[in-house]
């Protein structure tokens, strides 16, 4: 079966620290794809990043970054330099593979909470 | 572009009553997903529709929640009757074909509270 595991439920740090919000993930498919999304307080879902399971190359994208770690199955996302407005849940989820451009659906970890304070 | 549209974003009821939530995909998308998030189980799918066939209704909890697709840019999720235990956020998705995306972009929820 499927599962994302975040492991922190709830993440504190002070604006400019850097935090690493931590993702186990598990699958026997060969093929998946990984996703991080950020849920504000306002409550809509957010696209961050989509990695397939081929792509182990980490990402980096302005203060965030990502370890894809196949060995590990760890998807980990770091926030370089936090700021206030980076305070949300994250979610880390697992995608099932399409076959013949069916399924995917997503299975999501339970959510990091990330405070950052002024 | 606009991106999934739905509507109401708050909706209050009373237990017995009907409610219909109402998502627009983003035009183009061929895939819809329906998700419930509650404190509880978190982020769980209902449903999605591919091509406006539902596919995999395996995370409809019974047969009070029933989701149609009537055309590529309209579905609706119906709870007759509703229960206190259905209050949570619902989330509509849609997502393109492969060559384009595999990536599914979210509407800003439905907020549902049953008294």
Excluded at chain 1, 36 to 60: A, H, M, T
Excluded at chain 2, 2 to 26: F, N, Y
């Amino acid at each position: 079966a499927q599962k994302v595991t975040q492991a922190q439920t709830e993440i504190s740090v002070v604006e400019k620290e850097d935090v690493t919000l931590d993702c186990v993930y598990e699958t026997r498919d060969t093929t998946y794809y990984l996703f991080w999304y950020k849920q504000p307080p306002s409550g809509e879902l957010v696209f961050l990043i989509r990695r397939n399971s081929f792509d182990e190359q980490n990402e980096i994208s302005g203060r965030y970054s990502w370890n894809f770690q196949k060995s590990t199955s760890s998807f980990n996302f770091t926030i370089t330099a936090s700021q206030v407005v980076d305070s949300a849940v994250y979610f880390c989820a697992l995608s099932e593979p399409l076959i013949y451009n069916q399924g995917g659906k997503l299975i999501f970890g339970q959510g990091t909470e990330l405070s950052v304070k002024p | 572009d606009a991106g999934v549209i739905q509507s109401p974003r708050h909706e209050v009821t009373e237990m017995g009553q009907e409610v219909t939530l109402r998502c627009k995909p983003i035009s183009g998308h061929n895939s819809l997903f329906w998700y419930r998030q509650t404190m509880m189980r978190g982020l769980e799918l209902l449903i999605y529709f591919n091509n406006n066939v539902p596919i995999d209704d395996s995370g409809m909890p019974e047969d009070r929640f029933s989701a149609k697709m009537p055309n590529a840019s309209f579905s609706t999720l119906k709870i007759q009757p509703s229960e206190p235990r259905d209050s949570a956020v619902y989330f509509c998705a849609s997502r393109g074909d492969r060559s384009r995306t595999d990536t599914q972009y979210f509407g800003p929820g439905t907020r549902l509270t049953v008294l």
